[in-house]
């Protein structure tokens, strides 16, 4: 192919995987359903989404997703099973601290919120309840659009992995539910690894099971301790607008 035809047809494909440059995400309006206790959360309108999610203009050998809060709009379903499960022991859990706690394994937090608060709150039974608090509502999900856009075009076209802190099982089970568990070569659920986000070991350990060097993977992420981990890894990433209480 001549050099022209070449540069071209690069331009090209680089394009095609910038083309959702500005996200319309609608993160957690209207999300708590029946629970009109909790507070509202919008988008914070200081944030430009030019400036926070516009897609590096390079070409990547990989992109890794986070699942909850960026693939799935599941952040509310999760606090909601996460008041649930702390509810017979009277834990606390403002929303806030979930949002920035993001990220994290289950049973991690748990250890953080006893510490936090004087508790001594178990776990393993708060993980095991939570998880069906969330199931049982998994019905309710729905997709981020514009992040299944990236992942309806990047399938077939390039390698491309889900990188959570919540069980493997569950991260299945939310992408099966949405029909899009096939895009996915691999799943790195909270199992897989000794070290948790901000901590680099998730997305590296995606990338090595993908067979990429992490400086050519893409990160999509909606969690502060998600992007420090990208960023750790020595990945490019991208950071979906938080929301606001």
């Not at 590096?56 to 909601?80: N, R, V």
């Not at 992490?214 to 992007?227: M, N, R, S, T």
């Amino acid at each position: 192919m001549p050099c022209e035809e070449a540069a071209e047809a690069t331009c090209e494909t680089n394009a095609a995987r910038i083309n959702a440059i500005f996200f319309d995400i609608h993160l957690v309006s209207q999300l708590f359903y029946d629970s009109k206790d909790l507070p509202e959360i919008k988008l914070d309108p200081r944030y430009s989404f030019s400036d926070m999610l516009k897609i590096p203009d390079k070409i990547f050998a990989a992109y890794l997703f986070d699942c909850d809060g960026t693939i799935a709009d599941s952040m509310p379903l999760h606090y909601k099973a996460w008041l649930k499960a702390l509810s017979r022991w009277s834990g606390e859990f403002p929303l806030p601290l979930f949002y920035a706690w993001a990220g994290r394994p289950t049973k991690m937090i748990v250890a953080l919120l006893n510490e936090k608060y004087g508790l001594s709150m178990p776990p393993d039974i708060i993980d095991r309840e939570r998880e069906e608090a969330y199931l049982e509502s998994l019905h309710l999900i729905e997709p981020i659009d514009d992040i299944l856009a990236h992942v309806n075009f990047g399938h077939g076209r390039i390698p491309m992995a889900v990188v959570s802190g919540s069980p493997r099982d569950s991260v299945i089970k939310t992408l099966n539910y949405l029909g899009i568990l096939d895009r996915f070569e691999l799943i790195v659920g909270a199992e897989d690894y000794s070290h948790g986000k901000p901590h680099p070991e998730p997305f590296l350990k995606a990338a090595a099971g993908l067979g990429v060097n992490p400086a050519e993977c893409l990160v999509f992420e909606d969690a502060d301790l998600g992007v420090e981990s990208a960023i750790a890894a020595g990945m490019s990433w991208v950071k979906l607008p938080p929301p606001v209480f």
